[in-house]
């Protein structure tokens, strides 16, 4: 029902799914299901659906560590990000989280913490979302 309200409520009609997404299949029937079609250029998509590598429950942060471009650009590129999280992906602070994963050899070559949408204001105060990446972040944890 989430993703239901989520693409109703922003008015998503493409979507692409990054490797490896946990619930990846469901989450792509419930989509296509909502009138969602499945693309794969994120350059041309309204949501882009990743894993994660880590969360912290403390703060929220998602941290995303890829040796693949492709997923990366699923985080920034299509105006929505719904960053699918497993439970035991959760760490209560942001050094456990980075120890969970950077643990591997070679350790990843993209490392990037995610608190939301990008935010800047100008000197006039006009405040503008989602100007680095998506104006919506959302995530669901599974």
């Known amino acids: ?3 239901k309200t989520m693409v109703d409520e922003l008015k998503v009609s ?7 997404v ?6 792509a029937a ?4 909502a009138g969602v079609s499945l693309e794969e ?17 403390r703060t929220g942060s998602l941290v995303f560590a890829w040796n693949r471009e492709r997923d990366h650009l699923l985080t920034s590129l299509p105006p ?11 760490y209560p602070s942001m050094e456990e989280a980075m120890e969970a994963v950077v643990e591997g050899d070679p350790p990843p070559s993209y ?7 990008s ?10 979302s989602g100007v680095h990446g998506p104006q919506w972040v959302y995530a669901l944890v599974v």
Do not use: F, R
């Not at 493409?14 to 490896?20: F, K, Y």
């Open 1 to 3: 029902m989430l993703l």
């Open 80 to 90: 929505v990000h719904l960053a699918v999280v497993k439970k035991e992906q959760i």
């Open 41 to 57: 250029d994120p350059s041309k998509t309204d949501l882009g659906v990743t894993g994660v590598s880590a969360a912290v429950g």
């Open 30 to 33: 419930i989509l296509q299901g």
């Open 111 to 117: 490392i990037s913490v995610v608190n939301g949408p």
């Open 119 to 128: 935010k800047t204001g100008d000197i006039e105060l006009i405040h503008v």
């Open 14 to 20: 493409t979507a692409t799914l990054g490797e490896g």
């Open 22 to 27: 946990p619930q990846g299949e469901e989450i």
